[in-house]
């Protein structure tokens, strides 16, 4: 299968100059993602997690290295360039959902359509109904609850078939029960619709619904761990031991 | 406590400074006005009954602007402000401590414009004196400030600034900290009513009405004059409203585009705040306008009309205490709209921060941000004044018909004349109002 998003050799400082000392948030990371793949990056927090989402979501720019999606480097985009690039290519799911207060959730959801200045119609009674909250749809979302906001924001990052969806701890505000069923969906999104998906998350329990778990500690990526063919249950222990060693090493 | 007070004052500056700002100027022409118009000389000077007449309207017109700017700014400032108190009250504060609170910073704004407000009134008196005994043509005034005028000044505010801190408190001490926390989330919500509609046109109706006929007697006319204004506001806010929430929930079903949806989304979270504003602004231009316009006009007809050299001179005097009153008027009506816009504007800018780091994470770009808030913006600035040329042309209207005697037709097209070039202007000034505004307010709200 063809790599979709390939990353070479990533830096990322933040200050260093006038004397503040510098933080290497991410320090020469390079991985791919293949089409199709649902892959979940860990590690704790202030390891760099959200600084490789930003930069690869185009809103940050890497210090060094290079980003290629399906074949196109962001390198040389101007910023409305690559905020076409964003709004065709890319979906995103936030921990704070990043829903817009003063639109309903069918709204939310339509706007990537209209910013692609596409025909949102059919499509968002679709989407919504794929994540079982096509009945909320002209609620705003104080009237909704944590996770059908989230299900929304996802709804809104997966309705205009972006090649790649983001999420940066997705379930960090959720309850376990929401939690559950957005992973569900997640999986079945990955499964049945073809949507590559890049994780970002602390939790090993979201970690193991990917096929793949990358993990990273202080900006420097340190092992991987395949699914392969086993079970949920066998992942998940096997992402624990591997988070453990980690922690002694 | 008292340093996290501070803390909280110094974060909230950029609102404080808004009203500070208000009611300084609410306090610095109160003054002016005052000192002026109880000069010593004056009233001992040998001037017609309706210079003193004048001057005393004028006198009860700025302390109604007082009056509006004091309340309306303060209300504004801390309906903002309903989130920070909401989170004080889910921290822990009791409602008391928390009207305490607000009763105190109000107090201490006050104190702080009062004295700020003063010294400028200080400095604008001298000028003014000068001005004035300019155009009444009799030699320099002695710059003086009257101890009455003073006294009186400090008694309006004191009460004004006790009574408004007190029921602020209370106002504040109604909500529950739920009601507090969601102020900026929660959308207004207006529907549409016929019955609403009727009344809006009733309003604006009878007001015109009245303003084109009883003015032709000078009492009744003078009598009027604050039914019409309120009869004008009523109607206009309603037809703002209703019109506002017409247009908006039309546009919005088939919004096509993401720049219709996103303006009709965010017209209409704030659609009470919008219908306020806009009808503030269209009611203050329609001040300045009018008064501008009769103002020109009037100072034409004088000099066509005048008979004998004393009729000229009295006139003269007459018209220059007029000038003097309607050009300070609608200066502060000026003022009061341009603030009103500033305030507006400016203190959405953290929820629009937020909103547009929203908007840009999925992939709105700068260009589509500018675009949003000019439509925006145009229709803040542009609506009331369309509004408010109508409204300020029945007033010339009536002013042509009426109170020039035997309509003689030179004076009437001078009027309108004068008029059209005072529209011209203002239409200049806003237009260039809403482009500096645009360019700052685009420059501090997508900043990183
Ligand atoms: N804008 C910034 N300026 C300076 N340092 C930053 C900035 N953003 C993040 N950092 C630092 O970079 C490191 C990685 O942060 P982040 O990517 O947010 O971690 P994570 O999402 O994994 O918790 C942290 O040490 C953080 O303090
Ligand atoms: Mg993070």
Known sequence: ?249 | MLSLLLRNIYRNRRRYIGYLLASTIAVATFFTFGFVASHPDLSRADLPDVVLQLLLIGQIGVALFALFFVVFFHRFLLRLRGNEFGLLLTLGMSPRQLAAMIWIESLTLAALAVVLGVLLSLAATSGLIFGLSRLLGIPPLPVVFAPSALIAGCGFFGLLFVVDAALSARWMRSYTPKQLLVTTRVRQSASLSLPSIIVGLGCLGVAYTLALVVSANAVLGTASMLPIVVLCAVGTYVLFSQTLVLILTRLRRRAASWLALLITSRLAHRVLDYARILTVVTLLSAGVLTLMGVMIGSLAYIRQTATSAAEYQELVQIVAVALFVSFFLSSLCFIAAASTLYVKVFTQIDEDRRQFAQLRRIGLSRRGLHLLLLGEFALLFFAPVLIAILHSAVAIGEVTLHIIPDAATAAISGTWLAYAVVVAGYLAIFTLGCGVTWRQYTRLALRH
């Open chain 1, 1 to 249: 299968m063809n790599d979709i998003l390939q990353i070479k050799h990533l830096s990322k400082t933040y200050g260093g100059t006038g004397g503040a000392a510098a933080t290497h948030a991410l320090d020469d990371v390079s991985f791919a993602v293949r089409c199709g793949e649902f892959v979940s990056v860990m590690g704790p927090s202030g390891s760099g997690k959200t600084t490789l989402l930003n930069i690869l979501a185009g809103l940050d720019t890497p210090t060094h290295g290079e980003i290629l999606l399906d074949g196109q480097s962001y390198a040389g985009l101007d910023g409305e360039q690559l905020a076409a690039f964003r709004r065709s290519q890319l979906g995103f799911i936030f921990q704070d959902y990043n829903l817009l207060d003063t639109l309903t959730l069918g709204e939310n959801v339509a706007l990537p359509l209209l910013l692609d200045k596409r025909d949102p119609a059919l499509r968002v009674q679709q989407t919504l109904a794929l994540l079982g909250i096509e009945t909320l749809a002209d609620r705003f979302p104080y009237q909704a609850s944590g996770g059908q906001q989230q299900r929304a924001a996802v709804a809104r990052a997966i309705v205009h078939d972006p090649s790649l969806v983001l999420a940066d701890e997705p379930t960090g505000n959720l309850d376990s029960a929401s939690a559950k069923l957005l992973l569900q969906q997640f999986a079945v999104l990955n499964q049945q619709m073809r949507v590559t998906i890049l994780m970002v998350t602390h939790d090993p329990q979201a970690a193991s619904y990917a096929d793949r778990v990358i993990f990273i500690k202080d900006g420097q990526l340190s092992t991987m761990l395949e699914r392969g063919l086993q079970p949920s249950r066998a992942f998940f222990t096997s992402i624990l031991d591997t988070l453990s060693t980690l922690e002694e090493g």
